[in-house]
């Protein structure tokens, strides 16, 4: 049997959607859109939340929201998706990478204070495969300086943390801005698609403006007037659009979301069970004040374990296993070897590099067959005995 790495769950409720938008005659940003955006606001608990094309652009956008411009510099870190580099790249800034935690993925918030300078314009911290990173010592760090913190949360919807004895989805946000993707590889998927969340009506209102042109009235407004309405754009802006075919796509998997995270979370706690006495692979542990959507199973070389990276997952591959390595590093990639183009906090990125090639990522996704997790299992199992020998 092969399994595949990750399989979007589209069924009838999709495609009912989509076919009623096709019917409607209205295909681009409209009802679907604005619907999609209070259902997806109201699902992780943000007051505001704004579609756009893809996560890419929303976090440029999220960091021309700041005030982020030619010449400054913004800390992330280095071990995520390029997007998230690229995304400070293309706002005119220039990325400073710090090293993250190795349980979480996350920003080390000590490394984020060691990086900071009178340069940095804010900071850019990632829930990695869906994993919260510490929000709330970056939080610490960024508010003692005034800095302004942008999530992406591109994997991240439907996972929480414990604030004050309550779980809080994030996204709330729980910085400034935090920014969601749709593409098939994440929880929820439009085909494409993007999400910003804020708690500002004033900072909701600008980046509605400025996904369309800057056009001081929407077009759906202007259709909708029984007087002569003139539009006008008020700043250089660009189209970064969803579409209502993408939104509806979306909804009625945001409206199962609950049922989505506790499906995805079983399949995690089997493969825990799986590898409790493993010699070549550990299960990644959850802490106590965060709960995981496991938009990817990341699965931990042990130190001591006799097979590297590299034969773990050519011996699940020649079983029928899709697998990755680790998150990959920014500063690791051709795109970056320009030095000039970025600079690295203090501490380095150790464990960047110690987690790219000591990952191994299993297939996870919601509407996996018993017989697909058992498939990956027993290849787990036959991996065990070539650890052992
Ligand atoms: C997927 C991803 C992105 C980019 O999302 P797109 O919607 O594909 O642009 C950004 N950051 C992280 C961490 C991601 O995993």
């Given at each position: 049997m092969n399994v595949p790495l990750v399989r979007p769950d589209l069924g009838e409720a999709e495609i009912e959607a989509v076919t009623r938008v096709v019917r409607s005659g209205w295909v681009t940003q409209g009802p679907e859109v604005a619907a999609f955006e209070r259902e997806f606001a109201a699902a992780v608990g943000a007051a505001h939340a704004v579609a756009v094309s893809n996560c890419t652009v929303a976090l440029e956008l999220a960091l021309r929201l700041v005030?982020?411009?030619?010449?400054d510099e913004v800390v992330t870190?280095?071990?995520?998706?390029?997007a998230t580099a690229n995304a400070i790249v293309a706002a005119g800034a220039r990325p400073v990478f710090v090293d993250v935690e190795?349980?979480?993925?996350?920003?080390?918030p000590q490394a984020l204070e060691d990086a900071?300078?009178?340069?940095?314009?804010a900071i850019l911290c990632v829930h990695q495969l869906g994993i919260p990173c510490d929000i709330d010592a970056i939080l610490r760090v960024a508010r003692a300086r005034g800095l302004p913190v942008i999530e992406?949360?591109?994997?991240?919807?439907g996972s929480a943390v414990l604030r004050d004895g309550r779980w809080e989805r994030l996204g709330?946000?729980?910085?400034d801005l935090a920014c969601f993707s749709f593409h098939?590889?994440?929880?929820?998927?439009?085909?494409d698609g993007g999400m910003i969340t804020t708690s500002d009506a004033e900072v909701a209102d600008r980046l509605r403006r400025l996904r369309q042109h800057?056009?001081?009235?929407?077009d759906t407004v202007r259709h909708t007037s029984t007087r002569v309405v003139f539009e006008e754009y008020i700043e250089p802006a660009y189209n970064y659009r969803m579409t209502d075919l993408q939104a509806a796509l979306g909804r009625p998997q945001i409206a199962r979301l609950d049922a989505i995270v506790a499906e995805r979370t079983r399949l995690a706690e089997t493969y825990a069970a799986a590898l409790a006495e493993h010699p070549v692979l550990r299960a990644p542990q959850p802490r106590p004040n965060a709960r995981w959507n496991w938009q990817t199973y990341a699965a931990f070389l042990r130190d001591?374990?006799?097979?590297?990276q590299v034969e773990v997952l050519q011996f699940l591959l020649d079983r029928g296993i899709a697998c990755k390595r680790g998150v990959s590093n920014a500063h690791q990639e051709p795109a970056y070897a320009d030095r000039s183009r970025w600079r690295a906090g203090p501490g380095g990125l150790r464990v960047s590099e110690r987690l790219r090639d000591g990952v191994v990522m299993l297939p996870l996704y919601h509407g996996m067959t018993p017989a697909e997790q058992e498939a990956v299992i027993a290849a787990l199992r036959e991996l065990a005995e070539r650890g052992r020998s």
């Open positions: 005030g982020v411009a030619a010449g870190v280095s071990h995520s998706f390029i190795a349980d979480t993925l996350g920003m080390d900071l300078t009178p340069q940095t314009k992406d949360a591109a994997c991240a919807v709330r946000p729980h910085g098939p590889r994440k929880v929820v998927t439009t085909g800057a056009m001081s009235v929407p001591d374990a006799r097979l590297g």
